[in-house]
Each structure stands twice: as C-alpha cells, then as structure tokens.
C-alpha cells in the first residue's frame, strides 16, 4: 500500500512513448522527460524540449525537498563561445 491513505506511490522517472503512456506518467511518476508539452502534467518535475533548448543538458537529483535541476546554461550566463537561443541571428 502506498502513501496518502492507500493511493499508488509515485515511480521515479518515466519517458513515455505514447500519448496515452505520457497522461498516465504525469499522474504517476516524479519526473517526465517528454519532447511534447503536456498541459496540466501533474508531475514535480517536468523536463521537455523546450527546457532542454533553453538550457541544455540537465543533471537532475532528488532532495529532502523535491527535485533539483542544474543546469548546463543557466539563466543570465552567457558564455563566449555561445549565443543564447534568445538571441536571433541574422
């Protein structure tokens, strides 16, 4: 029996392969890695393709506090070798 009075307990990481697979995983795992942007994923954490263009690759962990996520481009850290994908070249 799980947590919350009988309710399944979470899985730890799902990549579904299917519509289908990817609504069951955002009611049932921690973190969803997923190329679709799902409305209304109910998972801790959410990682899809507009995350991984924004910032590049990710090294998540689990806490005492939820999921942390670091990132390889963080917010505001530009490096001179890169442009930012906010950035558009002409």
Partial sequence: MGPAGGSCPRRPIAAP???RALAEDCRRAEVVVT???PRGCAAPLLID????WRHGSLAARRTAGGWVVDKARPYGHVRHWHVPPDIVRR
Avoid at 49 to 52: A, F, K, P, Y
């Fill in 49 to 52: 393709r507009s995350m991984l």
């Fill in 17 to 19: 392969a299917s519509p």
């Fill in 35 to 37: 190329l679709d942007r």
